[in-house]
């Protein structure tokens, strides 16, 4: 089996590694602090301790052969991701990995209104961190023609799991914007997001593009009041956007005011998933437990 090398090993490359860890692979997770390459070394993952933005911590990368997944984010601000441009200039000519599975997101197709959106919507990123992400795929694609080297794009909605869910805004009584006002949108497990990205890596060919969600639709303000339910808090007050501007943090207003009703068809087809947790009541049950 070819090592597996994650980018950016988080919680969602620490579901990633231990699914490769059951199959018997070598891991490497390149993080940027020596305190989590020793967490790393803990879980049996070799640590690679090095930085996106300082170029020369790159140029020592087992990434030769490799099963690359990049799951880090770009820096905030502007419109480009330097951080997938450093990591891929790094790359010698002739040791280049074997594949790179990327994650990006749904914000990509900006707001899709009632329509269903598919791999075959066209993008229309309209925020600044949805444009970032933009560039970072359009620079792996680009990178991986010219280099010859599988790059394969998630475009991943509001990921909730263990340690994800938003307790500490409804504990502390944070306002959600009124029902009927809030846009539908999407959500996945980050344990069947984990598994989808195992499956990217093993059977999508280059150039492909998956939308990444549970297949439930539904609004914020739904997701926030079932979380609420299943942790026995009171429902918070609702208001009207118009009152919502005033009081959320523009990366949230951003997240109500887009439309998306996504697609997860060909992930499901493709890539042959089967969900874990197909709703979020079987999600949040599981989430809790694990909590």
């Given at each position: ?97 074997a ?8 914000g ?59 307790v ?47 297949g ?15 942790l026995?808090?009171p ?10 501007r ?46």
């Amino acid at each position: 089996m070819k090592p597996v090398v994650i980018i950016g090993c988080g919680d969602i490359g620490l579901r990633v590694a231990r699914l490769y860890r059951d199959k018997g692979a070598s891991i490497s997770g390149m993080v940027r602090e020596d305190e989590k390459a020793q967490h790393l070394t803990s879980l049996g993952i070799s640590p690679l301790v090095a930085n996106l933005d300082d170029p020369e911590s790159l140029t020592h990368l087992p990434l030769n052969g490799a099963q690359v997944f990049y799951f880090a984010p770009p820096p905030g601000g502007g419109f480009s991701d330097p951080r997938m441009r450093r990591l891929l200039e790094s790359i010698p000519a002739g040791q280049e990995p074997a594949k790179i599975v990327y994650i990006s997101t749904s914000g990509v197709y900006g707001d899709c209104g009632d329509a269903i959106v598919t791999e075959q919507t066209p993008a229309n990123p309209q925020t600044s961190r949805a444009r970032r992400r933009f560039d970072a795929e359009n620079t792996l694609l680009g990178w991986g023609k010219d280099r010859g080297v599988a790059a394969v794009i998630l475009r991943v909605t509001g990921i909730y799991g263990p340690g994800r869910l938003p307790v500490a805004r409804l504990t502390e009584g944070h306002p959600l914007l009124r029902e009927e006002e809030c846009k539908p949108t999407n959500r996945i497990h980050a344990e069947d997001l984990a598994r989808v990205c195992v499956a990217a890596m093993e059977k999508a060919e280059a150039g492909e593009i998956f939308n990444v969600c549970d297949g439930q639709g539904g609004t914020m303000t739904q997701y926030f009041l079932a979380v609420a339910d299943a942790l026995g808090l009171p429902h918070p007050q609702q208001i009207s956007l118009e009152e919502a501007r005033k009081v959320m943090a523009p990366l949230m207003i951003s997240y109500l005011t887009e439309s998306r009703r996504m697609d997860n068809r060909k992930m499901l087809t493709r890539l042959g998933i089967t969900l874990k947790y197909p709703t979020l009541e079987q999600g949040l049950k599981a989430s809790l437990s694990e909590d």
